[in-house]
């Protein structure tokens, strides 16, 4: 147990669904962030929020679209997604600093596009 | 922008044997490195990691790692692996951002240690 959680852990949608992913950090940090791990590729970041704010959206499709309500909490609002999608989002927390902060990892959610 | 490179995508050994697991990030500027490590059924969670200071790193579980700047290296070693060390494990790349952390990772090495 980090002290974040992700939920659901297990998702299966159809294209034209609309789903959300949940995240929580019980460790008081003050950044979070989505990655996307597929198989056989880099964990792939997807977005960051630094006090609440997104400081970071790397060229991610607008069919996945991140919410940030306080710093305690990240969502991810997922829409008309395609099979390719399919992977496991992973989210994590962090104290900012002068860097080389540790990143706490949740679960993740297993994601299966249909 | 930066990359990470890890060499070995499977690694097989024998308990006792020696591991070392290479790492190579492309970024001219300053960088925090760090090994992350994934237990089969558990989270990502810190190896060990360089911020500053003393280039060999002392991790968990008798892990180390050695920076070495002018080969863009941050191989990972431990001298004497036991079963319980089969996970994958990813090396990373921070890049210094006020306030939070842009950091890259590599593919992951997925090491199997047969008893």
């Known amino acids: 147990e980090t002290g974040v959680t992700q939920t659901p852990r297990h998702l299966v949608m159809g294209m034209t669904n609309k789903k959300s992913l949940k995240c929580e950090q019980h460790l008081g940090h003050n950044a979070m962030y989505w990655y996307k791990q597929s198989a056989k590729k880099p964990l792939e970041l997807m977005f960051v929020y630094s006090l609440e704010e997104r400081v970071e959206n790397n060229s991610v499709p607008s069919r996945f679209s991140p919410e940030c309500p306080n710093s305690s909490h990240l969502f991810l609002h997922l829409h008309t997604l395609q099979p390719e999608d399919s992977a496991l989002y992973l989210c994590?927390?962090?104290?900012?600093?002068?860097?080389?902060?540790?990143?706490?990892f949740g679960p993740g959610t297993r994601l299966l596009v249909l | 922008a930066q990359s990470v490179s890890q060499h070995n995508h499977h690694v097989i050994l024998s308990e006792a044997a020696s591991l070392e697991l290479g790492c190579n990030y492309s970024y001219g500027g300053t960088v925090n490195l760090f090994w992350y490590v994934q237990y089969p059924g558990q989270h990502l969670q810190l190896l060990l990691k360089?911020?500053?200071?003393?280039?060999l790193v002392k991790g968990i579980k008798g892990f180390e790692a050695e920076f070495i700047k002018s080969k863009f290296s941050f191989n990972l070693r431990k001298p004497s692996v036991q079963w319980s060390d089969t996970a994958e494990y990813f090396c990373a790349v921070n890049e210094n951002s006020g306030g939070y952390q842009k950091v890259t990772f590599g593919t992951g090495t997925k090491l199997q240690v047969i008893p």
């Open positions: 360089y911020f500053s200071g003393d280039p």
């Open positions: 994590a927390s962090s104290q900012g600093g002068e860097g080389g902060e540790t990143q706490y």
